[in-house]
């Protein structure tokens, strides 16, 4: 879910001052970066807006906040942004498709540049961006990005973006604290002009001078001068005052205040925005959409972030000021504010700032529940981040004793490859006290060991098989989102085990019911698993279409950075190979290589590379070749129990004909030859003048006679055999 008050600049007050100097600076600068940093309080976004408002090109606007410190959300708002800016007649699509890409910041940068237009990304309060990959690929698109395009950055202190090397190749413009500051002409305008305040030259001096020009100071004063009655005497007092600034006009700003609307702002001064209904909660009272509006005119340092006056921002300087005066005031009151933000957040849908809010009350038990219920949809979507960030922000001592939270690092941990801490994980949430159902649906820790026993097997096909069948026994029959996904993952096992006939019928209930009931993961496991199938035995033709299928709904439900998306992608890249277009083919496995590899499952690995190793040799790499097959063998005669792949493919010696093998008629060896160069079934049946019926059953009869269950292991045991060349 996105939110779309982040996604354009605040409006320009009509008391800012229009500072040219700085919006010059900015607008004839193009820079690989602009870096705007100061403190809060210096008018970073405020400058930025007035630039917005002046420069011709259309600005793409990002405001961060902690929930974007998550790769496919950053991503997904970047892109989001950058085509709601772009001109309706450019290849938008292709910008919204970056965030989605696995590599999000090279997409970008090449939909831009075949873009060809003109245009700022702007990235307000990147400070709050701390996540590694993150970091990364914003350093990427700094790199790739055309000249068309001016990236600047707005934050409290310098990112971890290489910014020396930048300044040293003269691709970097800066503003700091000391560009930012008002210069005495800008205070006077600000002060005698925006603000229309008349005070004399003396008096403007010594504001200027006691705030060094910090245009959030000299706010701060103007609203404690507009409240006091005599505003020579405060300007006195103001200059000759030894103690901190910030304390000071605090002190004169909230004191001004009547309590009621300091109590207003006190209590949703604990969230990052602010709405009506929100307040209301907040407050207890009702009115609160009126009273946002109310400030905003009286110029209390708020802010709309949308035309209709929905939502609003305290200055963030104001708001660390009313919260730390809320904690010095009211700390008893911090939880149950915290408890009712939590509570509306859940309703609104929007699980990021209900799981913060529920942490920041202690209320474990609400957290936990709220966790539960939502991390398989983040997990979906590509933002396990996202969902590390709940677990370490609940903390380890919670984890450990709670089988809800259990259940949840489980899952994470093995969909991160660390598949040893997801079974310690699944270890503790067993030990811990009995919650059924779980919050995710399983109906209990049994069944939800069987289906991370089917879902992470390992290199045991047997093992996989009983997982799923007992997933499916306990889970296949109730209404819970985990009915689909039992029949998809017994599918898959029996694909793993070669029993290709047997595998449909799961499958196709699965991909009816996950299109159904928009599970979309299911939906494309489900459609790839089946391609799979109908390559081995059936019509590669529909392969292709099922693989296809599977790959426009990752990309139509943006889940194409996903491990079943880039499973999708293997299985189109072997249709592909077997079907000759063998350098679309292994540029499909290559880019699905490194996401499957990430989850540290040895046969998935296996399943890509035999593939990409014929792909390598048709295209005459022959050393690339050898490697993809050696790493695949390696993983196969590792494994206790492979399954089909264990069965001819892969292996470097294949087992030889037994004594008692029965022997294959002079048909099924030509059957065996023609289906050897790779044609489909009915093509083998058009070249040797017989059914397709037929050829099906002359395989049949080859698989049991060679003992194998697919034609490549078929045609891999022919050949050992010395039967075909």
Not at 105 to 123: D, Q, T
Not at 446 to 460: K, Q, Y
Not at 534 to 563: K, Q, S, Y
Not at 569 to 598: D, H, N, Q
Request: net charge negative; glycine share 6%.
């Amino acid at each position: 879910m996105l939110h779309t008050t982040k996604l354009h600049p605040p409006a320009v007050r009509s008391t800012s001052v229009r500072r040219r100097r700085l919006s010059d600076r900015l607008g004839s600068a193009r820079p690989a970066l602009a870096l705007l940093v100061a403190p809060p309080g210096f008018g970073k976004t405020t400058v930025l807006a007035e630039w917005a408002a002046t420069d011709p090109r259309p600005f793409a606007w990002v405001r961060l906040d902690a929930q974007d410190n998550d790769r496919a959300v950053l991503w997904a708002y970047i892109a989001t942004a950058v085509a709601s800016a772009a001109s309706s007649d450019g290849p938008v699509s292709s910008l919204t498709a970056a965030a989605r890409a696995p590599d999000p910041a090279g997409a970008l940068a090449a939909a831009l540049e075949s873009l060809g237009e003109e245009l700022v990304l702007v990235l307000d309060d990147y400070y709050l961006i701390t996540n590694e990959d993150c970091h990364a690929q914003v350093s990427r698109l700094i790199e790739l990005t055309p000249r068309t395009v001016q990236l600047v950055i707005a934050t409290r202190w310098d990112p971890p973006l290489n910014i020396a090397r930048l300044r040293a190749a003269g691709e970097l413009m800066e503003l700091r604290a000391p560009d930012l500051q008002f210069n005495l002409d800008e205070t006077r305008e600000f002060l005698n002009g925006s603000l229309a305040l008349a005070l004399d030259r003396r008096a403007i001096s010594v504001l200027h001078e006691r705030t060094e020009g910090w245009p959030a100071g000299l706010y701060l004063a103007y609203l404690s001068l507009h409240e006091s009655a005599d505003p020579r005497q405060f300007v006195q007092t103001f200059g000759a005052s030894n103690r901190h600034v910030i304390d000071y006009l605090t002190e004169q700003v909230l004191m001004a205040l009547r309590a009621d609307v300091l109590q207003f702002m006190l209590a949703t001064s604990i969230v990052d925005t602010i709405c009506g209904p929100l307040a209301d909660v907040l407050t207890g009272e009702s009115g609160s959409g009126q009273r946002l509006m109310d400030l905003e005119r009286a110029n209390v340092f708020i802010a709309p972030l949308d035309e209709r006056r929905e939502w609003y921002r305290y200055h963030p300087l104001l708001a660390e000021l009313l919260r730390t005066e809320l904690t010095r005031r009211e700390p008893e009151k911090l939880p149950l504010l915290h408890r009712r933000a939590a509570e509306w957040y859940a309703g609104a849908e929007d699980p990021d700032r209900a799981i913060e809010h529920a942490i920041a009350a202690s209320d474990t038990d609400f957290a936990a529940r709220l966790i539960g219920q939502n991390y398989l949809r983040q997990i979906e979507w590509g933002r396990i981040a996202t969902v590390l960030g709940w677990l370490d922000a609940i903390g380890a001592g919670a984890i450990a004793t709670d089988r809800r939270l259990g259940v949840v690092k489980a899952w994470t941990m093995h969909f991160l490859g660390r598949h040893a801490e997801g079974d310690l994980a699944l270890s503790s949430a067993m030990a811990a006290p009995e919650v059924s159902p779980l919050p995710d649906g399983a109906n209990s820790i049994e069944a939800t060991a069987a289906l991370i026993g089917a879902a992470f097997p390992g290199g045991d096909v047997g093992a996989m098989l009983a997982a799923a069948r007992r997933a499916f026994e306990l889970e296949a029959t109730r209404d819970s989102p985990w009915r689909i996904t039992v029949h998809v993952q017994l599918g898959f096992a029996l694909v793993r085990a070669g029993r290709f006939e047997e595998a449909k019928t799961p499958l196709r209930t699965g991909a009816e019911l996950a299109s159904a009931l928009s599970m979309w993961m299911d939906a494309i496991g489900s459609r790839a698993l089946l391609s799979r199938i109908e390559l081995e035995i059936g019509d590669p033709a529909l392969a292709e279409r099922l693989a296809r299928e599977a790959i426009d709904i990752a990309d139509a439900h943006e889940l194409t950075p996903t491990p079943t998306a880039a499973y999708a992608r293997v299985a189109l890249g072997a249709v592909l190979l077997r079907r000759g277009y063998v350098a679309t083919a292994e540029s499909l496995l290559s880019e699905a290589l490194p996401t499957i590899r990430a989850l540290g499952e040895p046969l998935a690995l296996a399943e890509v590379l035999l593939p990409l190793a014929a792909a390598f040799r048709a295209l005459g790499r022959r050393a690339d070749a050898r490697a993809a097959l050696d790493e695949a063998n390696a993983m196969i005669d590792a494994a206790r129990d492979p399954g089909v792949l264990g069965v001819g493919r892969g292996r470097r010696a294949a087992p030889k004909a037994g004594p008692g093998m029965e022997a294959l008629t002079s048909r099924e060896v030509e059957v065996i030859l023609a289906v050897s160069s790779g044609v489909s079934n009915r093509e083998a049946a058009r070249r040797l003048f017989v059914s397709y019926n037929t050829i099906h059953s002359h395989l049949r009869s080859i698989y049991r006679k060679l003992d194998v269950p697919s034609r490549d292991a078929a045609v891999d045991r022919a050949r050992d055999l010395g039967l075909i060349k």
